[in-house]
T-cell receptor, first 112, second 116 residues
Framework: GESVGLHLPTLSVQEGDNSIINCAYSNSASDYFIWYKQESGKGPQFIIDIRSNMDKRQGQRVTVLLNKTVKHLSLQIAATQPGDSAVYFCAENILNAGKSTFGDGTTLTVKP | NAGVTQTPKFQVLKTGQSMTLQCAQDMNHNSMYWYRQDPGMGLRLIYYSASEGTTDKGEVPNGYNVSRLNKREFSLRLESAAPSQTSVYFC???????????????FGEGSRLTVL
């Protein structure tokens, strides 16, 4: 069977390594997903999004993967840098429903 | 372009006191939201306003009231504060594009509230 990445509340990586942050969502009707980054003392900021008609989307150093079969989302950060240290949240949405539901968040720590 | 502005940034209240958190956005967004974030947890929706003149309850509305004063401003009121309302409160807004909400939220910096 297919393995699904576990959601971990904390993740520690070495600078330069790749990071993978996992998220399980709950509503099979959700059709739009967003990853947010929250730095200490600040509000969450948009990183990347993906719609349910896609299974992969790439940004500058980030990639989001969507597996609707198992309701799983992952964020991959390439060549992780100290500035990537933050809490990362996934959010599931139904477009036009006007509400986002957030996951618990993963704290990423990048060691120099 | 300030984005979403929240005031105050910090507040300490005694149990039973009331206060209002203010939020304003300058992005001409139709939808605005209030979330609370407790230590080590994600954000939980308190109330939202899909458009000017409408408000709806979110996941955790008890103990709060809101007012959508105009398109720019959305306030959150605690009528009788309780220690369980100690939290960080975030206001957010979202864009409507082509008649459909895109879903991306733009957040303020947060208001840190302590109720003793």
């Amino acid at each position: 069977g297919e393995s699904v990445g576990l959601h971990l509340p904390t993740l520690s990586v070495q600078e330069g390594d790749n990071s993978i942050i996992n998220c399980a969502y709950s509503n099979s009707a959700s059709d739009y997903f967003i990853w947010y980054k929250q730095e200490s003392g600040k509000g969450p900021q948009f990183i990347i999004d993906i719609r349910s008609n896609m299974d992969k989307r790439q940004g500058q150093r980030v990639t989001v993967l969507l597996n609707k079969t198992v309701k799983h989302l992952s964020l991959q950060i390439a060549a992780t840098q100290p500035g990537d240290s933050a809490v990362y949240f996934c959010a599931e949405n139904i477009l036009n429903a006007g509400k986002s539901t957030f996951g618990d968040g993963t704290t990423l720590t990048v060691k120099p | 372009n300030a984005g979403v502005t929240q005031t105050p940034k910090f507040q300490v209240l005694k149990t039973g006191q009331s206060m209002t958190l203010q939020c304003a956005q300058d992005m001409n967004h139709n939808s605005m939201y209030w979330y609370r974030q407790d230590p080590g947890m994600g954000l939980r929706l308190i109330y939202y306003s899909a458009s000017e003149g409408t408000t709806d309850k979110g996941e955790v509305p008890n103990g709060y009231n809101v007012s959508r004063l105009n398109k720019r401003e959305f306030s959150l009121r605690l009528e009788s504060a309780a220690p369980s309302q100690t939290s960080v409160y975030f206001c957010a807004s979202s864009e409507v594009a082509g008649g459909k909400r895109t879903g991306e939220l733009f957040f303020g910096e947060g208001s840190r509230l302590t109720v003793l």
